[in-house]
């Protein structure tokens, strides 16, 4: 989730069973498997967790379950637990634009289901650029 809070760019690759989301920072990538496939009894813990995904008409659902224990969700710590599902509902309620809902569900770190609505630009046919928090990354200066 934390992805779509930040100011860089996803980009979307689809394929008839496969959602691969490429994220500007950190160069890293999510997998939403679209082919039907229902999420596994005990997925491996990732830093991006197990989804899959299906249309609605209009609207990709994905579910994600398997994620890492004590993961942030966004920049102000809100954590998450191995015990977490994640259901996002994405959508394009016109061309320039992106809707977002995501419903947390993690009895773990949260007493109750919570839910929060995202609304972005879409941008097509962007470019990534590469962004990585290392040692010694040099990117900042080329943004003077």
Avoid at 14 to 25: G, R, S
Avoid at 92 to 118: C, N
């Amino acid at each position: 989730m934390r992805a779509y809070g930040l100011p860089h760019f996803l980009k979307f690759v689809q394929t008839p069973d496969l959602l691969v989301m490429l994220n500007e920072y950190n160069g890293t990538y999510r997998q939403v498997f679209t082919d039907g496939r229902p999420l596994p009894e005990a997925p491996n813990p990732s830093w991006q967790g197990y989804s899959t995904g299906s249309w609605s008409d209009d609207t990709l659902i994905i579910d994600s379950i398997g994620f890492r224990n004590d993961l942030w969700i966004d920049w102000g710590g809100s954590m998450i637990t191995e015990a977490a599902k994640i259901r996002e509902r994405i959508r394009r309620p016109d061309f320039g634009h992106i809707e977002i809902d995501i419903m947390v569900d993690d009895p773990k770190a949260y007493t109750k289901p919570w839910s929060i609505t995202l609304r972005q630009q879409f941008a097509s046919d962007t470019e990534l650029i590469d962004e990585i928090c290392a040692e010694g990354e040099k990117f900042v200066q080329k943004l003077k």
